[in-house]
């Protein structure tokens, strides 16, 4: 790690070692996430990562919370409480200095950083704790037991994107009675993924969360295709293919609706499951459930309306 004589950091340098046991599993992955995860950190900055994965005789490594990057954030705030401690400078402070900030972008992969609220996570903290306070108690202590205060930032991403590209499936199917079913490969493992995903689903189709049901039973033989509930995917790779689906069976009840009021598509949208002129959002037109019981039922048009998307994430 090399850094000026004021705390910027010009740049560091990982190499990582990664125990997968006896068969590869998730060793490898677990490596070159944790190099990208920390990337978020301090991007201002030189930076080089590079990782091997070792075959020992041990279990097999598999993922837990963090993947990866626990262990390389860990090396990495080492180093910098190193260098504070070397040049005299308040560990909150140079953190201060390097932490990222909107519009910073990831070395490693040029990704750009939307929303950094790290400066205010520290100011914040150091008030709140009394970090000056504290830190100067805890100077000159002397015997065998001593008590130190320490700051540490930590940085994660969800997914895997670069290690692996993302995809996810979607279906949506409306009901005759307008409610809208949902099927995923993502699993609920009592994360919440089916609450956010029956929410996303409302708001972008227009109705209430109670019409949308998740049909929570994920079986490769009949839901579109999830690779599983890891690495905190759900609401950034899973949630957007339902929106995706969400948007396609939009359009598809506007352009039914078109048709049984004589009316453009450009003027209609729907809003707590109710068709209305976009002119006037006060006045419903007709309901989601009039309009499925036509859209089934009627001898001449429409049919079972639904929506299917399949997308890649690579962010």
């Known amino acids: 790690m090399g850094v000026n004589r004021d705390g910027t950091?010009?740049?560091?340098?990982?190499?990582?070692?990664?125990?997968?046991?006896?068969?590869?599993?998730?060793?490898?992955?677990?490596?070159?996430?944790?190099?990208?995860?920390?990337?978020?950190?301090?991007?201002?900055?030189?930076?080089?990562?590079?990782?091997?994965?070792?075959?020992?005789?041990?279990?097999?490594?598999?993922?837990?919370?963090?993947?990866?990057?626990?262990?390389?954030?860990?090396?990495?705030?080492?180093?910098?409480?190193?260098?504070?401690?070397?040049?005299?400078?308040?560990?909150?402070?140079?953190?201060?200095?390097?932490a990222a900030r909107e519009g910073d972008a990831n070395p490693l992969t040029g990704k750009r950083i939307y929303s950094a609220g790290l400066p205010e996570c520290l100011e914040k903290g150091r008030k709140i704790f009394e970090w000056e306070k504290r830190r100067a108690e805890c100077q000159n202590q002397q015997g065998n037991l001593r008590r130190g205060v320490g700051v540490a930032c930590f940085s994660y991403t969800s997914n895997t994107w670069p290690v692996g590209v993302e995809i996810a499936g979607a279906r949506l199917l409306m009901n005759q009675d307008g409610t809208i079913n949902v099927q995923s490969g993502a699993t609920e493992i009592g994360q919440g993924a089916d609450t956010v995903f029956s929410q996303m689903v409302a708001e972008t189709v227009g109705v209430p969360v109670s019409d949308v049901r998740v049909i929570s039973t994920q079986d490769t033989d009949v839901t579109p295709f999830d690779p599983g509930a890891f690495a905190s995917r759900q609401s950034y790779v899973a949630a957007p293919a339902l929106r995706s689906a969400a948007l396609l069976l939009k359009e598809k009840i506007i352009a039914h609706a078109a048709v049984m009021l004589h009316q453009s598509a450009m003027n209609l949208t729907l809003i707590k499951g109710h068709i209305v002129l976009v002119e006037r959002p006060e006045e419903p037109l007709m309901s989601l459930k009039d309009l499925a019981m036509d859209a089934f039922y009627h001898p001449e048009r429409g049919g079972q309306l639904s929506a299917e998307s399949s997308i890649k994430n690579h962010h």
């Open 9 to 98: 950091l010009k740049g560091y340098s990982l190499d990582v070692l990664s125990n997968t046991g006896a068969y590869a599993s998730h060793g490898h992955s677990i490596a070159s996430a944790g190099g990208n995860k920390v990337a978020y950190l301090y991007p201002r900055c030189a930076y080089a990562y590079s990782s091997k994965t070792c075959y020992t005789n041990l279990p097999s490594a598999g993922a837990m919370r963090g993947y990866g990057a626990p262990q390389v954030v860990f090396a990495v705030e080492s180093m910098l409480d190193d260098a504070a401690t070397a040049l005299g400078i308040d560990p909150v402070e140079i953190r201060l200095r390097n």
